[in-house]
T-cell receptor, first 109, second 111 residues
Framework: QKEVEQNSGPLSVPEGAIASLNCTYSDRGSQSFFWYRQYSGKSPELIMSIYSNGDKEDGRFTAQLNKASQYVSLLIRDSQPSDSATYLCAVSGYSTLTFGKGTMLLVSP | DAGVTQSPTHLIKTRGQQVTLRCSPKSGHDTVSWYQQALGQGPQFIFQYYEEEERQRGNFPDRFSGHQFPNYSSELNVNALLLGDSALYLC???FGTGELFFGEGSRLTVL
């Protein structure tokens, strides 16, 4: 059974700081990795995807993938109060996604 | 361009009843997946439909069934509702095995 593990948090950071979110997965054959942001009562919104080892940057967001360690992370630079949400890590297996439980991020002004 | 639309947005049922949730995929998408998200949990895969057939299924009982229509829209049916079926039901569409786009969900409360 595929598993995706995340620290449930909450992770609290001050405005302007770097928030670091982590995720591990069990299926070594996984090829595609995603980070979704979910505001309370809303549906998940894709913010980053990564498919190969290394870093991928998009604005204030950087996703990092280490397949040997089965580890994915998301860095949010210059965190804003509007970034306060639950961040879901998801791993793809033939067009279906296995999600972690999510990490709640709280950015204080 | 309309995204993924789901209906109803909220509904309340009692134990033992049946419910039907509906989903219209994003324009150009041919694949619909359904997920259940309980409070405080990540979404869990229920099943996926492609070309009007169930292509993959997660670990959900037969009380959960679905259908895809020729226009790619889809329904999720749940029979003999249990209290534990209370959750946010998310529909996601994609073109084949591409990126998933989620609808806003249908929040089901079972009393």
């Amino acid at each position: 059974q595929k598993e995706v593990e995340q620290n449930s948090g909450p992770l609290s950071v001050p405005e302007g700081a770097i928030a670091s979110l982590n995720c591990t997965y069990s299926d070594r054959g996984s090829q595609s990795f995603f980070w979704y942001r979910q505001y309370s009562g809303k549906s998940p919104e894709l913010i980053m995807s990564i498919y190969s080892n290394g870093d991928k940057e998009d604005g204030r967001f950087t996703a990092q993938l280490n397949k040997a360690s089965q580890y994915v992370s998301l860095l949010i630079r210059d965190s804003q109060p509007s970034d306060s949400a639950t961040y879901l890590c998801a791993v793809s297996g033939y067009s279906t996604l296995t999600f972690g439980k999510g990490t709640m991020l709280l950015v204080s002004p | 361009d309309a995204g993924v639309t789901q209906s109803p947005t909220h509904l309340i049922k009692t134990r033992g009843q049946q419910v039907t949730l509906r989903c219209s995929p994003k324009s150009g998408h041919d694949t619909v997946s359904w997920y259940q998200q309980a409070l405080g949990q990540g979404p869990q895969f229920i099943f996926q439909y492609y070309e009007e057939e169930e292509r993959q299924r997660g670990n959900f009982p037969d009380r959960f069934s679905g259908h895809q229509f020729p226009n790619y829209s889809s329904e999720l049916n749940v029979n003999a509702l249990l209290l534990g079926d209370s959750a946010l039901y998310l529909c996601a569409s994609s073109f084949g095995t591409g990126e998933l786009f989620f609808g806003e969900g249908s929040r089901l409360t079972v009393l």
